[in-house]
C-alpha cells in the first residue's frame, strides 16, 4: 500500500512539469499527453525496483520523457506524415525539435533549478541574518571579521549563523521533499 501512495505523489507531484516539458517537444497536445503517461505506466510497472535505486526522481523521469520525445520525434520524421490539422509541420522543425532534445543535459537543468531555490531561500532569509550568512559563506570572513566589520558581538554573528543554517535547512529539506 505504501508504493501506491509513494507512487501516487510522485504522480501528483511530476505530472504536470513533464507534460509542460513534453509539449515543447512534440507538436500535438494529445502526443504530449501519451508520452507523460506511458512513462508512469513504465515507472508504476517497475516502482518497486525503482524505489531501492532512484536517487533523483527529477532527472530520471525527465531523462525518461525526453528520450520518448525523442523516439516520438525521429518516428514522425520517419513518417514525414505528422500535420498539425492547420498547417503541415517541417522536416526541419522536427529535425531542429529532436537535435534541441538530444542536447539537452537534465541534470545541469536540474541543478540550474535547485539553485533558483537556494537562491530564493537565502532571500527569504532576515535581513542581518542574510548579510551575515553571505559575509561568511560567499566573501568567506570568519565570524570574528564579520562581527568588527558589522560593529556585533562574535555571539550575535555565531547565532545570526546558526538561525540562517536552520532556516535553510529546513525550507531546502521542505522544496526537496516536495
Same mark, same amino acid.
Given at each position: 500500500?505504501?508504493? !501506491?501512495?509513494? /507512487?501516487?505523489?510522485?504522480?501528483?507531484? =511530476?505530472? @504536470?512539469?513533464?507534460? +509542460?516539458?513534453? +509539449?515543447?517537444?512534440?507538436?500535438? %497536445?494529445?502526443?504530449? %499527453?501519451?508520452?507523460? $503517461?506511458?512513462? /508512469?505506466?513504465?515507472?508504476? %510497472?517497475?516502482?518497486?525496483?525503482?524505489?531501492?535505486?532512484?536517487?533523483?526522481?527529477?532527472?530520471?523521469?525527465?531523462?525518461?520523457?525526453r528520450n !520518448?520525445?525523442?523516439?516520438?520525434?525521429? /518516428?514522425?520524421?520517419?513518417?514525414?506524415?505528422? &500535420?498539425?490539422?492547420? $498547417? @503541415? &509541420?517541417?522536416?526541419?522543425?522536427?529535425?531542429?525539435?529532436?537535435?534541441?532534445?538530444? +542536447?539537452?543535459?537534465? =541534470?545541469?537543468?536540474?541543478?540550474?533549478?535547485?539553485?533558483?531555490? &537556494?537562491?530564493?531561500?537565502?532571500?527569504?532569509? @532576515?535581513?542581518q541574518c542574510?548579510?551575515?550568512?553571505?559575509?561568511?559563506?560567499?566573501?568567506?570572513?570568519?565570524?570574528?571579521?564579520?562581527?568588527? $566589520?558589522?560593529?556585533?558581538?562574535?555571539?550575535? &554573528?555565531?547565532? $545570526?549563523?546558526?538561525?540562517?543554517?536552520?532556516?535553510?535547512?529546513?525550507?531546502?529539506?521542505?522544496c526537496l521533499?516536495?
Amino acid at each position: 500500500m505504501e508504493n !501506491k501512495v509513494d /507512487f501516487s505523489k510522485v504522480y501528483i507531484t =511530476y505530472y @504536470p512539469k513533464l507534460l +509542460r516539458f513534453a +509539449r515543447g517537444y512534440v507538436i500535438m %497536445e494529445e502526443d504530449a %499527453e501519451n508520452i507523460t $503517461q506511458d512513462v /508512469f505506466t513504465d515507472v508504476w %510497472e517497475k516502482w518497486g525496483f525503482l524505489m531501492g535505486y532512484i536517487k533523483n526522481m527529477d532527472a530520471y523521469l525527465l531523462t525518461l520523457v525526453r528520450n !520518448k520525445c525523442l523516439d516520438h520525434l525521429r /518516428f514522425m520524421d520517419k513518417e514525414s506524415k505528422y &500535420v498539425d490539422h492547420k $498547417q @503541415p &509541420v517541417s522536416d526541419i522543425e522536427l529535425e531542429l525539435k529532436a537535435e534541441s532534445l538530444g +542536447r539537452l543535459d537534465v =541534470y545541469s537543468w536540474e541543478m540550474s533549478e535547485m539553485s533558483i531555490l &537556494v537562491h530564493s531561500a537565502i532571500k527569504s532569509l @532576515p535581513r542581518q541574518c542574510r548579510n551575515i550568512f553571505l559575509m561568511n559563506r560567499l566573501e568567506k570572513m570568519t565570524y570574528r571579521e564579520i562581527a568588527d $566589520q558589522l560593529h556585533l558581538s562574535h555571539n550575535t &554573528v555565531k547565532r $545570526q549563523m546558526g538561525i540562517a543554517l536552520r532556516k535553510l535547512r529546513e525550507k531546502l529539506d521542505g522544496c526537496l521533499a516536495a
